[in-house]
């Protein structure tokens, strides 16, 4: 009697025909040639990407258990066994890519996928975010040349007890591909790497990729890194609120003269200089904004407004010797009122008697205290200045053509700035490969942070070539709340291919089990039937 039984395939299938389309182990094995092993470096890359993009959280050295039941030699390649992706595999191939460079290796690997993809995007968004660490690394050896160190500082993930590394990323806006990563000790700060990263890699990103503008959050608006880029590349960035120029220009805007762009923005456009580079600053009013924070500002007025009322009481229970102490007491506290104000402020005189009960005629006091009196109350005044700041932010960018780049575009781009958050959001999901930053040495951990980038590539060209697809023919599928979308994400669609296993007699291939029109629908989308026949 033949032998039956299943591998798993599931969406495997799909992120395996994405490695392939972008030409990744090729790309790897061009630059990485591979040595007189059975597994070249391009092919571990792939298996740590299908890894990664299993959504299982399991630990890199327990890859083989992960491919035991699933089909290795139709993701990977004839002749390749799950055995073989063991961890020293794996160890030699992160190694080779610590020895070429993780950034530059990303950097061909993504240029060749922006062309495969056929993506011209004139936006790039620059980001960085934390990834916390077991084990103590490096981070009491002095730094040295090329490696990161693994330590703690300003934790993004709420873990300032563990040592950390740092991830930048440049995000194209088209598919939210990242076209640069590169990765940074656990100490660093964004100012300083974001100057760093446009001095070495932007022209080089720009010829490339072909970007022409760079987007950032504040922390790209520094003196030093404006000067960097303005005669390397255009930027869309947002003026820091603690900058006094920037104060200068909020208190000066009266909203109901603002340009209304739709219910929800305004904005108003001045130009400047900062840091020797001429700009546009665009000033915006967001009602969304505005709303959360007054919010905010009622919850922290009254919160504020209560504890200065019980210091007050307390200021007003505590004796004084004489009038100058109460007064300068008084002083001292009128400086630390934020939220509140005093009126009817007196300082009132208050005899001491030896005995308690009222104090025979004509008895002399022992002493004489000094109190203050007076009442307390919100300060409307305040209150009314903070709301007048409040939904006020300013876009700054050297494009000083408003037709090349109008102010509404500037917005709009500076939105776009949630193409790398969602990046970050899905390298930080409890079931990706993030959980896995356990590695022998901080070399390691920078060539696993580029394999990530990697998943998180494969990831969103899937999403972008479906998207692209079903809108191209026309064409929806149903999403996770049962409606119909040509932009479904690719994360339900991955969803949607479980329990799609193939069905092997005696070792041999003779179909796969449970594909739906659904499924063709996607798989004839992509081009991707050889994996799933």
Known sequence: MSEFRTQDLGHLGLVAGMCKELRIAEMVDKVMPPSDKQISH?????????????????????????????????????????????????????????????????????????????????FGHMDSTGFHVDGKYNADQPPQEGIIRLTKGYSRD????????ILNL????????????????????????FRSLVKKHIEQLKNAIGFEYI???????????????????????????????????????????????????????????YGQVKQRWIIVFSQHAYDREIQTLNRRMLK??????????????????????????????????????????QIQEQARYGKRGKPKKGESPQSIDYFITGAISSSL????????MKGLFILATNELDSDKLSAI??????????????????LKNPEFIAGTLFLKKPERIMALLMIMTLCLMVYAAL??????????????????????????????????????????????????????EKHWQIINLLGYRDFYI
């Open 42 to 122: 391009g092919t571990a890359v792939c298996a740590m990407i299908l890894n990664g993009l299993g959504f299982i959280n399991q630990r890199l050295y327990l890859m083989p258990e992960f491919f035991q039941n699933k089909p290795v030699d139709r993701l990977l390649g004839e002749g390749i066994t799950a055995d073989q992706l063991n961890d020293d595999t794996l160890g030699r191939t992160m190694d080779a890519i610590y020895d070429y460079n993780p950034t530059e290796l990303y950097a061909h690997i993504s240029a060749q996928s922006c062309v495969i993809l056929g993506l011209h995007s004139r």
């Open 158 to 165: 709420h873990r300032p007890d563990l040592n950390q590394c």
């Open 170 to 193: 440049i995000v194209e806006s088209q598919a939210s591909i990242p076209i640069h990563m590169s990765s940074a000790s656990g100490n660093c700060e964004d100012k300083t790497e």
């Open 215 to 273: 987007v950032a959050d504040s922390a790209l608006y520094t003196e030093d890194t404006l000067k960097e880029l303005a005669d390397r590349a255009l930027f869309i960035t947002r003026m820091p609120e603690t900058l006094s120029i920037a104060k200068d220009l909020l208190k000066r805007i009266d909203i109901e003269f603002m340009q209304k762009i739709d219910d929800k923005y305004r904005y108003q456009e001045v130009c400047g200089i």
């Open 304 to 345: 504020g407004g209560d504890q200065e009322y019980k210091d007050f009481v307390k200021l007003c229970n505590r004796p004084f010797a004489c009038q100058e102490d109460a007064k300068r007491a008084w002083e001292k506290f009128q400086t630390t009122l934020q939220y509140t104000f005093v009126a009817d402020l």
């Open 381 to 388: 005044e305040e209150r009314a200045q903070q709301m007048r």
């Open 409 to 426: 575009d500037v917005l709009k781009n500076y939105k776009g700035q949630s193409k790398v958050e969602k990046g970050f959001r899905f």
């Open 463 to 516: 999403e972008y070539r479906i998207r692209q697809g079903l809108q191209q023919q026309g064409q929806t599928v149903i999403n996770q709340v049962n409606k119909q979308t040509d932009r479904p994400t690719a994360r339900w669609i991955f969803h949607c291919f479980t329990g799609i296993h193939i069905l092997l007699s005696d070792g041999t291939c003779i179909g796969v089990l449970n594909l739906e």
